[in-house]
């Protein structure tokens, strides 16, 4: 199968340098950071497809989409692979259409946003938006290696998120271009309210070929730490920071002992048995941070220019998602689960939550702002992973006492906590991808319509 569907593909782009069968290339190019789920891993571990293929422009797209839908192939996207619930890992084995090529920034247009293809970086714009008086509104801890339309079909938010909310919020993404999977495959741009049809839906319904991403002005920051004797204080010091606009901030995140002690390359700023509050604050408004901090009762641990996605140390690189890999790294026994907690009523959820089940789970929060301009205490916890009965049952635990959780255990859509409840990104499938082939397998509720009952 993997040789013929190889001899096809050649025919079909420019170079058949393009089209790769090398088992341990295909299987890397199959692949994404599932291993961070326990569950996941044991699922996905075989999973992978069957040749990839790097396609260069849009035309390219068409012809293999229409050669893949004419035979029944499936087709499962990659952008760098750095998605954490085995997004882009594919199912059914077919091709792997990797966009690492289509990486141009075409423009940036005089009103600060971003026109380009689906491969680039996310840190070369956020360089490129910045030498231009420019930045990314917001970015996952993956920046260096993640690519924009990755980041839009599996991504929600990351640093910037406090300001600017998530990519569905606030019309920080301003257009999508597809190549669809339908009989003919066609180009079809959506604008507007439209983008909702594709983002965050795994690219189950299209292959995000160009993108409108609105930027901000640039900002000179500082990243900015403090140590705290407790949880709650420096909790209640991040939080009063990151709700008050007169703030001017890009993260505000917060790690409860022993989460620091995880990051080893780092330790100089970690201060032993307390809780650590980092923050990325306007360079003008750092003399005001300390203060504040000193305030709270906090410890400035350091304080250091953020000059771009290559500054050192990069604290970002301990945020978000990237928390996580670093207490992975001490203990593989550590898991985690996407959170959101309630703004009035998080205290007490903190509360209920230690009670039952002590420091089997351990609180990282990243503030970010909501749809409607509200700043939440968003969470991604860790866990002490004993079990996957138990880990269900922590989850269940959290959505009684009312804290939202997108479960990254699961390997399709509707239980990631971003599929949408007016069934756009389902209705989009069944218009772009009526016989099911983008990335099968991830759209449960549209194999529950197709399949016979
Ligand atoms: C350490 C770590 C930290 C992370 N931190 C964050 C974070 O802060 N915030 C956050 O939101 N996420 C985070 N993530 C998840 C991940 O990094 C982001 O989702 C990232 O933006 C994915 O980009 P990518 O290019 O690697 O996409 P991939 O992993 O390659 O793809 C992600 C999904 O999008 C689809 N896709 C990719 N390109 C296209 C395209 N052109 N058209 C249609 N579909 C496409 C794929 O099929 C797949 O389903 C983190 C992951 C890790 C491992």
Redesign the pocket.
């Known amino acids: 199968m993997s040789e013929l569907l190889a001899v096809e593909l050649s025919a079909l782009v420019a170079d058949a340098g393009r089209v790769v069968t090398a088992p341990a290339v295909v299987e890397r190019l199959s692949k994404?950071?599932y291993w961070?789920s326990p569950v996941l891993k044991k699922q996905l571990e075989a999973k992978r497809g069957d040749v990839a293929v790097q396609p260069v422009s849009v035309d390219e797209i068409i012809a293999i989409m229409r050669y893949a839908g004419q035979r029944g192939i499936a087709v499962?996207?990659?952008?760098?692979?750095?998605?954490?619930?085995g997004?882009?890992i594919p199912l059914e084995g077919g091709i792997v259409?990797d966009?690492a090529l289509?990486d141009k920034l075409e423009a940036i247009t005089e009103e600060g946003v971003a026109v380009c293809q689906?491969?680039l970086?996310?840190g070369v714009l956020e360089t490129e938006a910045r030498k231009q008086g420019w930045e990314l509104r917001?970015?996952?801890?993956?920046l260096a290696?993640?690519?924009?339309?990755?980041?839009?079909?599996?991504?929600?938010?990351?640093?910037g998120?406090v300001a600017h909310g998530?990519?569905r919020d606030f019309d920080n993404v301003r257009a999508i271009e597809?190549v669809t999977m339908e009989e003919e495959p066609r180009v079809v741009l959506h604008e507007g309210a439209a983008v909702h049809e594709?983002m965050h839906?795994?690219?189950?319904n299209?292959?995000?070929?160009r993108i409108w991403f609105a930027l901000t002005p640039a900002v000179e920051w500082t990243q900015f730490t403090a140590a705290f004797e407790s949880y709650e204080e420096g909790f209640l010091f991040g939080k009063a920071i990151a709700e008050s606009s007169a703030w001017t901030k890009r993260l505000v995140t917060v790690f409860e002992w022993p989460i620091p002690s995880f990051f080893t390359p780092v330790k100089q700023v970690v201060a032993a048995d307390k809780t650590l509050v980092l923050i990325m604050i306007a360079t003008s408004e750092l003399e005001a941070l300390r203060v504040a901090a000193a305030e709270a009762k906090g410890e400035v641990t350091f304080a250091g220019a953020f000059v771009g996605p290559r500054t050192q140390p990069l604290l970002s690189d301990y945020?978000?998602?990237?928390t996580?890999?670093w207490a992975m790294k001490a203990d593989p026994t550590w898991t985690y689960i996407q959170a959101g907690f309630s703004p009035a009523n998080c205290m007490e959820q903190f509360r209920l939550l230690r009670e039952k089940y002590g420091k089997e789970i351990l609180f990282h929060i990243?503030f970010m702002k909501n749809g409607e301009g509200v700043v939440v205490p968003g969470a991604i916890p860790l866990v002490y992973f004993t079990g996957e009965e138990r880990l269900n049952e922590l989850i269940a635990y959290c959505r009684e006492i009312g804290v939202f959780i997108a479960n990254p255990h699961v390997n399709y859509l509707e239980d990631g906590g971003r599929f949408r409840a007016d069934n756009i990104q389902l209705r989009a499938k069944q218009k772009y991808d009526p016989r099911g082939l983008m990335?099968p397998g991830?759209m449960l509720s549209f194999q529950m319509e197709t399949q016979p009952k």
């Open positions: 994404d950071f961070y499962t996207v990659r952008g760098a692979g750095t998605g954490n619930y997004q882009c259409l966009l289509m689906p491969g970086k996310l917001m970015y996952p801890s993956t290696k993640a690519s924009v339309g990755g980041f839009l079909a599996g991504g929600s938010g990351g640093i998120s998530g990519l597809v594709i839906s795994w690219g189950t299209g292959v995000i070929t945020t978000w998602n990237h996580t890999l990243e990335n991830k």
